[in-house]
């Protein structure tokens, strides 16, 4: 019986040991190995020769650092705005008996369905400065001043990809809140408009208040989705022109599998998970 017992309470760490033994090998394990491999001069062919933090050096003193920093804020700061402005915008729009809801809905989620790379060669065409659609209805309308190369000017290139994560993310966003607004207590609401609410004073100090843990879980995985951020610069400029579109992820994956400076590469990710690991920390 004791037997029993004790093999009953083992059961479940029997079952977690295959899953916790493939996790230490193919997740922990690597990233222990990532933070050595910041430390040496590793060019992935020969053998990784230890130069302290000498890589972390030369990273804080490197110009494409600080300008892949620099747009990793970009994406930050506009995901944290204008997505849950529109995706909540559109929650509450969609949040009611109207013609055509479920169209509206899956409508505005179907960029999402889409992969990143889908997402980025589709946007890449509609931007292209000869016969791309954005010039050509610009030009059809008049607006010929308005026609830019849209990837290959340095000024506009970060926004112009930014504009399609946007386009992804605001669908995305407005599920979540759909989904929030389902919690919401409908005697409230009719609370609100017996105390003489308006429709914003009702969203302002009822509705909203009530979506405060799903704005908290939206920001932080923006957040965490825009530190991320690496296909839609990959397929769309690969960083350029002149480094002026890449992120820290594309600028990590040009310096390791591109020029052989695995361990340089090294440390940009290392840096990365640093920086990431403070927004995880408060969403966990």
Known sequence: MVRRQTLSKLTPYLFLIVPLVLYLIWVIGPMFYTFYLSLTDWDGLSDPHFISFRNYQRLFEDPVFYTSLENNLKWIVSFITVPVVVGLAL???????????????????????????????????????ANGLINSVLRRIGLDALAKGWLSNENLVMWAIIVVAIWRQAGYVMVLYLAGLQGVDPGLLDASKVDGCNGWQTFRHVIFPLLAPITVIVVVISIIDSLRAFDLVSVMTRGGPYNSSSVLANFMYIEAFNNYKMGYGAAISVILFLISAVFIFIYL
């Open 91 to 129: 929650a509450m729009a969609l949040n009611r008996s109207i013609p055509g809801e479920k169209f509206f809905k899956a409508s505005f989620y179907s960029p999402l369905v889409l992969s990143l790379v889908v997402s980025g060669l589709i946007w890449s065409w509609m931007y292209h400065p």
